[in-house]
């Protein structure tokens, strides 16, 4: 999944500087800053629990695994998943794998990965696989992450189902936690992420919506849309062109050159 924090600064900090006018100046500037690191949290959060599952699938006809076995799957899929070699260590204890990561580049997006990943692996009563992941200090592209989630996956439909309440220093600066849930929908070349966040500076909340698809070499298509101070919101859409098109509540609008399809 190619929808990288570059990407989402680039967008929304752009669209903050086209929507800026009489007065709303700061407004939409913190506005955009905070849709920023809101979504890379949630997008960052998701590439991870992602790259735990990916390839984790059962062969037809085979019964449904242990919570050992999923951990045991976790556990030799991540060989194959970050680099460079020699990159990470990872043990498993029954049901539980931790992984230290040091520098690591791994699947969708994740250029570069430190920090130690806590992960309990279950089944689910329908026989989709579980875990619950925690790390502090995560340090991951440009933010540093505390990820305390509950991700499912569904190897049929391979689908991940994320239950999220972390917290964090997004690419920004910005202190952030956050709650809420999103969906990721993979396949060997597309990923798309659907879900709702809230996220609260101090006793400020704000909440971020994404419906966005990005596939190996594309640009994106789908939105983004923020909702800040007094129900304040930014919107960037999305249509597979390297153009997307803004529009602010407070009547701004304009388009916005990607770096994407170069």
């Known amino acids: 999944m190619r929808i990288t924090s570059v990407t989402f600064a680039s967008l929304l900090c752009v669209a903050a500087i086209g929507c800026n006018k009489d007065g709303d100046t700061s407004v939409d500037q913190t506005a955009a800053e905070l849709a920023v690191d809101s979504s890379d949290s949630g997008q960052t959060e998701g590439a991870v629990m992602s790259s735990l599952f990916e390839g984790t699938e059962l062969a037809a006809g085979l019964a449904a695994p242990t919570a050992e076995e999923v951990a045991q799957r976790i556990w030799d899929r991540a060989k194959s998943r970050y680099s460079p070699a020699g990159c990470f260590t990872a043990t498993r204890n029954g049901a539980v794998v931790d992984l230290t990561l040091n520098g690591c580049t791994g699947p969708r997006g994740l250029r570069t990965v430190t920090g130690a990943i806590h992960i309990v692996g279950s089944v689910t009563a329908t ?25 499912v ?28 849930a999103y969906t990721v929908a993979f396949d060997a070349n597309c990923a798309t992420v659907d879900g709702a966040w809230a996220t609260s500076i101090g006793d400020a909340a704000r909440s971020t919506t994404v419906q ?51």
């Open 212 to 262: 966005m698809q990005r596939c190996k070499d594309t640009c994106p298509t789908g939105s983004v849309v923020h909702t800040g101070r007094l129900g304040r919101t930014i919107t960037v859409t999305f249509d597979g062109s390297a153009i997307a098109n803004w529009v602010s509540s407070k009547g701004g609008s304009g388009t916005i050159d990607l770096p994407c399809g170069k």
């Open 127 to 151: 026989g989709d696989f579980q875990a619950v992941a925690t790390a502090q200090d995560l340090q991951v592209n440009a933010a540093i992450m505390d990820i305390n989630s509950t991700a």
């Open 153 to 180: 996956y569904s190897p049929s439909a391979k689908t991940l189902s994320v239950t999220t309440a972390g917290a964090g220093v997004g690419p920004l600066g910005n202190d952030i936690a956050r709650t809420g």
